[in-house]
């Protein structure tokens, strides 16, 4: 029962559920009074879910009170997140328990996709230790991984360009003291690989930096390129 009742009330701890659902299932679930304590409970069934303070904190009053049910980190992340790389240990928390068990090769040497020991989650990760210094997850299915080992993977880290994309839209983008970094330039020499009429304007969107910026790496990339 605990296991039944942690896992949905994760799903809304973490923000991961929409409020309809939510509801449906919060309303339908006898013994979930016994199992979160009466004061808990009435919170929950009497919360104005319109009301995102509210809300939100009920959301770390449930993530509080069923954290002890928790045996890896993976209840706590979203099923699409990121984890900063060398943050006060939450990469290293968070990986303690997952294994490697498909990797997409060298072509795309940021994607692969890991299982969690304890709880048997599937995560598909990008891998960005180059510009936003994160691991990009995803939360993914039996059925995904299935399709993934037969060459038909997911399509959300499968180009670099969309990994950077989602860096710009959930992370920080990097300031850079030397704006010639060799990372910024094997960076831009990849999306122009990967997509050679990417525009500078892309370039700039993805990778948080002024549009002059990504012009004058995409010119020294390309002349780097034809000198090699």
């Known amino acids: 029962m605990q296991n039944r009742f942690t896992k949905h009330l994760w799903q809304f ?47 770390q009053s449930v993530a509080e009170a069923i954290d002890k049910y928790r045996q890896c980190e993976c209840p706590k992340i979203r099923d699409l997140d990121f984890i900063p790389m060398g943050f006060d240990g939450d990469d290293e928390r968070f990986f303690a328990n997952l294994t490697e068990i498909l990797n997409y090769g060298e072509k795309k040497w940021w994607l692969y996709i890991s299982k969690c020991g304890r709880c048997e989650t599937l995560w598909m990760v990008g891998q960005d230790d180059r510009h936003y210094d994160d691991y990009f997850l995803n939360r993914i299915s039996n059925h995904q991984l299935d399709n993934a ?15 950077l994309a989602l860096g710009r839209d959930l992370s920080t983008a990097p300031i850079y003291c030397d704006p010639a970094s060799p990372g910024l330039k094997w960076t831009v020499e990849d999306l122009l690989k ?34 090699g």
């Open 13 to 59: 701890a973490r923000g991961d559920w929409q409020r309809k659902g939510f509801e449906d299932w919060l309303y339908s679930q006898d013994g979930l009074e016994g199992f979160l304590g009466e004061e808990l409970y009435l919170e929950l069934v009497s919360c104005d879910f319109s009301n995102s303070e509210e809300v939100w904190k009920l959301r």
């Open 149 to 163: 080992q037969k060459g038909d993977w997911p399509e959300l880290f499968f180009t670099y360009e969309r990994m």
């Open 194 to 227: 990967e997509r050679p009429a990417i525009t500078q304007d892309e370039i700039s969107d993805v990778l948080g930096i002024s549009v002059e910026h990504a012009s004058w790496l995409m010119k020294e990339t390309k002349s780097s390129v034809k000198s």
